[in-house]
């Protein structure tokens, strides 16, 4: 699996990311896996003509030492799908700069 990857995380710091991802984003049914959701206009045409399988997510696995962003582009009403695709170099820098952003504003230094 493809991965966007922080590691190296203080416990101070792991505290942080924790409490910001349960405030503001959805957890899964397994403990430490968030979906994060992508914004409509960082679809790719499929996904947008996909209106059924919508709202698209990326999963981020959050643990002790490590943050895990898969860079899967999911669905949760599907499990197979033509929609159902790598991040695009669009979308990878999306999630990056939303990711770095939690960080500035958890004054988390990486």
């Given at each position: 699996m493809k991965q966007y990857v922080i590691d190296e995380l203080r416990p101070a710091d792991f505290e942080k990311i924790k409490a910001y991802l349960?405030?503001?984003?959805?957890s899964s049914d397994v403990d430490g896996i968030y979906w994060l959701p992508l914004d409509e206009e960082n679809l790719t045409?499929?996904?947008?003509?996909?209106?059924?399988?919508?709202?698209f997510y990326f999963a981020i696995d959050l643990e002790p030492n490590i943050m895990a962003c898969e860079l899967l582009i999911r669905t949760k009403n599907r499990i197979r799908c033509s929609?159902?695709?790598?991040?695009t170099e669009k979308q990878l820098s999306w999630l990056i700069r939303y990711i770095d952003a939690i960080f500035d504003k958890l004054e988390i230094i990486t």
């Open positions: 349960d405030k503001n984003l959805v045409d499929t996904q947008a003509k996909h209106t059924e399988c919508q709202p929609c159902i695709s790598y991040a």
